[in-house]
Nanobody, 117 residues
Framework: QVQVVESGGGLVQAGGSLRLSCAAS????????MGWNRQSPGKEREFVAS????????NYADAAKGRFTITVDGAKSTVYMQMNNLKPEDPDIYYC??????????WGQGTQVTVSS
């Protein structure tokens, strides 16, 4: 199995930027895709972006296109997401998800992104 730890969340004013990081450890050789979902309390978790380990294919939710950029360092089993033009209405809890062959996806604990107006 793998362990997943997010970092980089915090407080930012509207229109500002943050970069999230997610480091996987453990049996990282089996990772094939990493990504990010997000959620507001009491609401449904939603897909944001994903990337394969080699970094040559990405997927973005429509809400993320043009503002967020996902990248990966496959050698370090670390995925990043640069978030620009953050808005107060953006869901504020971001979860890293890691997909490995032969196992269910592994989720991080979540990191808070609070956007002030």
């Amino acid at each position: 199995q793998v362990q997943v730890v997010e970092s980089g969340g915090g407080l930012v004013q509207a229109g500002g930027s943050l970069r999230l990081s997610c480091a996987a450890s453990g049996r990282t050789f089996s990772i094939y895709t990493m990504g990010w979902n997000r959620q507001s309390p009491g609401k449904e978790r939603e897909f944001v972006a994903s990337i394969n380990k080699s970094g040559d294919t990405t997927n973005y939710a429509d809400a993320a296109k043009g503002r967020f950029t996902i990248t990966v360092d496959g050698a370090k089993s670390t995925v990043y997401m640069q978030m620009n033009n953050l808005k107060p209405e953006d869901p504020d809890i971001y979860y890293c998800v890691v997909y490995t062959y032969g196992n269910p996806p592994e989720w991080g604990q979540g990191t808070q992104v609070t956007v002030s107006s």
